[in-house]
């Protein structure tokens, strides 16, 4: 059982950044990011292999959001750049899947972080 904790998440103008962090209890593999706005589903926002060699992004945040991960402190990162209301959402942490798999097979999920990005 993998537990994670996501932190990073407030509020902020658009064009700014913030960084998001998400803290494994165990070692993991690839992970990933997700994001889901009210009344919306959840989406796939970024993932990234163990190695840190794989990594894919949604279309809408190629270009501004950067994944990393940190393995000796099993930690994974979302850098977020030139923000937009747009991608106000909760934020959600997972591990346990595939790169390029859907929300469904990730089998650990963090608690998730608030971004609201303002207008």
């Known amino acids: 059982q993998v537990q994670l904790v996501e932190s990073g998440g407030g509020l902020v103008q658009a064009g700014g950044s913030l960084r998001l962090s998400c803290a494994a209890s165990?070692?993991?593999?690839?992970m990933a990011w997700f994001r889901q706005a009210p009344g919306k589903e959840r989406e796939f926002v970024a993932a990234?292999?163990?190695?840190?060699?794989?990594?894919y992004y949604a279309e809408s945040v190629k270009g501004r959001f950067t994944i990393s991960r940190d393995n000796t402190k099993n930690t994974v990162y979302l850098q977020m750049n030139s923000l937009k209301p747009e991608d106000t959402a909760v934020y959600y942490c997972?591990?346990?899947?595939?790169?390029?798999?859907?929300?469904?097979?990730?089998?650990?999920w963090g608690q998730g972080t608030q971004v609201t990005v303002s207008s």
């Open positions: 997972a591990a346990g899947g595939t790169l390029g798999s859907g929300s469904s097979a990730w089998d650990y």
């Open positions: 165990g070692r993991t593999y690839a």
């Open positions: 990234i292999s163990w190695s840190g060699r794989n990594i």
